[in-house]
């Protein structure tokens, strides 16, 4: 149990094009998900924290209006990088934490390679 | 802030040998701390998972260890496989629902 999809895997995209990410929780609900940004050679850095109806909170740095994210429902959330850049590809990953039996414990996607061209 | 430190960041051993990755973090006030595996391109592979109340957990030839008060963990692979080669992270909870704070990683390369 506790699986954490992501799609797509990878994407390609031109410069200037917004691309959307979905994390879904499969088997249980997400009250919050996180998503972090994986640099070549660099280890995962958090870009937001997301509640389920609630707004995302950023983390110093992350522009909220170029990475939108939104949490709709106990089971997605999706994080749309508007207008994409060079600088913007990057391994993106998304986790998610329920409640209950499942306790705090964070569940981690298989991630999302972006590369704008 | 919570900082996380990994050394070494890179480390090659033949088969068979016994080896230990390094974890430090400055806030000795953690919720829990967990070690991922993270293999090129790839995601995150949960191995072990430290209360803040624990010493230690084991899985198979895993073995980590947390020392709060000193503010650092080991993880203890024993009798290394080539199959083990891949990073390995360390990740530090500092609170229930927070968000996790990784040290860069240790890249291991198993010889056979």
């Known amino acids: 149990g506790a699986v954490v999809s992501q799609h797509p895997s990878w994407v390609i995209c031109k410069s200037g094009t917004s691309v959307k990410i979905e994390c879904r929780s499969l088997?249980?609900?997400?009250?919050?998900m996180f998503w972090y940004r994986q640099f070549p050679k660099q280890s995962l850095m958090l870009m937001a924290t997301?509640?389920?109806?609630?707004?995302?909170?950023?983390e110093q740095g992350v522009e909220k209006d170029k990475f939108l994210i939104n949490h709709a429902s106990l089971t997605l959330s999706t994080l749309t990088v508007t207008s994409a850049h060079p600088e913007d590809s990057s391994f993106y990953i998304c986790s998610a934490s329920g409640s209950g039996v499942l306790g705090d414990t964070q569940y981690f996607g298989p991630g999302t390679r972006l590369t704008v061209l | 802030k919570q900082e996380v430190t990994q050394i070494p960041a890179a480390l090659s051993v033949p088969e068979g040998e016994n080896l230990v990755l390094n974890c430090s973090f400055t806030d000795s006030a953690i919720y829990n701390l967990q070690w991922f595996r993270q293999d090129p391109g790839k995601g995150l592979t949960s191995l072990l998972l430290i209360q803040s109340s624990q010493r230690e957990q084991t899985s198979g030839r895993l073995n980590a260890s947390l020392d709060k008060s000193s503010g650092r963990s080991t993880l203890y692979i024993a009798a290394s496989q080539p199959g083990d080669s891949a990073t390995y992270l360390c990740a530090v909870n500092s609170n229930s629902g927070y968000a996790l704070n990784f040290g860069k990683g240790t890249s291991l390369l198993v010889t056979p």
């Open positions: 997301s509640n389920e109806g609630s707004k995302a909170t950023y």
């Open positions: 088997d249980f609900q997400a009250t919050t």
